[in-house]
């Protein structure tokens, strides 16, 4: 219960207990001043909801302020205390109401979701290129929100939303909440319960152990890392994982490629079961064991971090620099952003100054080749990505994009049907300085590479000396949400209905029994190190 509710309701509450024993003074002493009285309670009431916001739970409580209102209308002393009784017996009560009313100061779910909706469908421009049926996504959520809202759920709300949300297949789109306490117990329910292990399927097909849990009883049967696993809980093991919803999962933004989807939904089957379930696998002898794996508590913290081991990039601050090799040196950008100064004046240069002045450094020890690490790089300015890539481009001028041509008339981008590509307009343009062109340039992403960094994976990749690398491709989420930009008269990067990759990889890296052993068991940087050992090969 908030402390303001509380407050209303004892101030309330002395008001009425008062003006009953006032009565009887005033009607003794008479005078407006105890006639305006009654009229107090119910200032204080606005001056409150004008504060906290109205709330069904105190209903009472504003009953009982207009029943007060009887006192200044009328004189009789046992009219007022008779008013001032039944408003007393209608606050009372009210404390108890707040605290065990599952709708207290909870907001209106199917109102909220109506309202979100209808801006989505207005603003969301996305929508014809995803393949978005707005009228079949109503049909389908608005009855469940109307049930979440019969039922004052906030953590089958927060479930619902990032179900819904995932239909847009779309690294922008998600639905946050603040609340904790919620989002924790909506990842219990999301995410399941923790075994002891994740799961992930190599290029063969086999399901592997990941991210093992030492001295559990799972490790003590013989489960380690890279462990075959064949069954789950009396079910094929494949079946489990071709049955996982991975649409039920939020937090990382691994669903707008589905190939990239894929790639993971072993991890979020290892959630699935009970209190308990029965992994059969594979032991060192060649035959298969089982063993009676406990839950362990919520299976999310684990699900993090086996998806920081997979996924993450160098654990280093934005715009670091490392020297791998006598010839080689990776840079880490985890955003696309500098400081405050450059984001808000849109003014890189300085950083950009400052970038040059490393790779020359750099150059004149001997260093001609670079791994720019973009793993769960989360986005950020355009200007700072215009500003690495004129550094690291070939010297002349390249385009990078172009806006689209609305038409106002018909509410929409013009669409040449002959040509089969949108109208394109203005076009952003940035010229190359060859500072670094004569080396060998790897980029490594991830399915959490999003947004400006899947547009600077994109600028890069039309180079002749530039490979894109990784397990999985890059998010494929760059667009914003309000206003198209184009390629060619093809949508920029976002991926269509077919949640095909846009932004292709070069060289896609096998998450194999080696690459098992490398993360999870030794605690390498095995992608690192592949790019690595990929430049020492050119």
């Given amino acids: 219960m908030i ?91 009210s404390i108890l109401i707040c605290n065990l009313y599952k709708g207290y100061r909870t907001p209106n779910y199917l109102e909220e979701f109506k309202k979100g909706f209808d801006a989505m469908q207005e603003h969301y421009c996305l929508g014809e290129h995803k393949g978005i049926d707005w009228d079949m996504l109503y049909e389908e959520y608005e009855p469940q929100f109307k049930e979440i809202q019969r039922k004052h759920d906030a953590v089958g709300n927060y479930i619902l939303w990032t179900k819904f949300c995932f239909n847009f297949h779309d690294g922008h789109v998600a639905y946050m909440l603040e609340d904790e306490a919620v989002t924790d117990k909506a990842h219990e329910i999301m995410y399941g319960n923790d075994y002891g292990l994740s799961l992930m399927t190599i290029p063969d097909g086999k399901t592997v152990a990941v991210n093992v849990e030492k001295d559990s009883d799972i490790y003590k049967a013989g489960i380690r890392n890279g462990t075959v696993i064949t069954s789950w809980d009396g079910r094929n093991i494949e079946t489990i994982i071709n049955d996982v919803e991975i ?56 699900l993090e971090g086996t998806m920081r081991i997979l996924s993450d990039g160098i654990n280093a601050d934005n715009v670091t620099w490392q020297e791998l090799s006598d010839d080689t040196c990776i840079l880490r950008l985890t955003e696309m952003m500098y400081d405050t100064n450059s984001s808000s004046t849109a003014d890189f240069s300085a950083m950009k100054e400052n970038v040059r002045g490393t ?28 500003a690495i890539a004129e550094l690291l481009a070939p010297e002349g001028e390249y385009q990078y994009a172009y806006s689209g041509v609305w038409d106002d008339k018909e509410k929409e981008y013009r669409y040449d ?120 090969g050119k």
């Avoid at 937090?251 to 993971?264: A, T």
């Avoid at 040509?419 to 394109?424: F, M, R, S």
Wanted: hydrophobic fraction near 45%.
């Fill in 3 to 93: 402390k303001s509710d509380l407050y209303l309701i004892l101030i309330e509450l002395a008001f009425s207990i008062g003006l009953y024993f006032l009565a009887d003074y005033a009607d003794k002493v008479k005078s407006t001043k105890w006639k305006l009285l009654y009229v107090v309670p119910l200032i204080v009431c606005i001056g409150f909801i004008a504060f906290a916001g109205e709330e069904i739970s105190l209903l009472s409580v504003y009953i009982a302020v207009i029943v007060l209102l009887i006192g200044f209308s009328r004189e009789e002393v046992k009219l007022r205390q008779l008013a001032s009784a039944i408003a007393t017996l209608l606050i009372i009560p």
């Fill in 247 to 302: 649409d039920f999962y939020d937090n990382m933004p691994y669903n707008s490629v589905k190939e990239n989807d894929d790639f993971y939904r072993a991890v979020f089957a290892a959630g699935t079961g009970d209190d308990s379930v029965v992994i059969k696998y594979i032991g060192e002898d060649g035959a298969e064991h089982s063993v009676n794996a406990k839950q362990l508590g919520s299976y999310f913290d684990r």
């Fill in 359 to 386: 790779m020359r450094a750099l150059n004149e020890k001997g260093i001609k080749n670079i791994v720019i690490d973009l793993r769960n790089s989360g986005g950020g300015d355009l200007d700072f990505i215009i």
């Fill in 417 to 536: 049907e002959a040509a089969g590509k949108y109208v394109v307009g203005d076009g952003v343009t940035y010229r190359g300085e060859g500072v670094w062109c004569d080396g060998q340039i790897v980029i490594l992403v991830s399915s959490g590479t999003i947004s400006a960094g899947d547009h600077f994976a994109n600028m890069m990749s039309v180079y002749d000396n530039v490979t894109i690398m990784g397990f999985t491709s890059s998010n494929c989420s760059g667009q914003a949400v309000r206003a198209v930009t184009f390629e060619d008269g093809t949508i920029f990067i976002d991926t269509d209905a077919s949640r095909q990759a846009t932004v292709a990889l070069d060289i896609t890296v096998p998450f194999d029994e080696k690459a098992v052993v490398a993360m999870f068991e030794n605690g390498e940087d095995y992608l690192m190190e592949y790019a690595k050992e990929y430049i020492e």
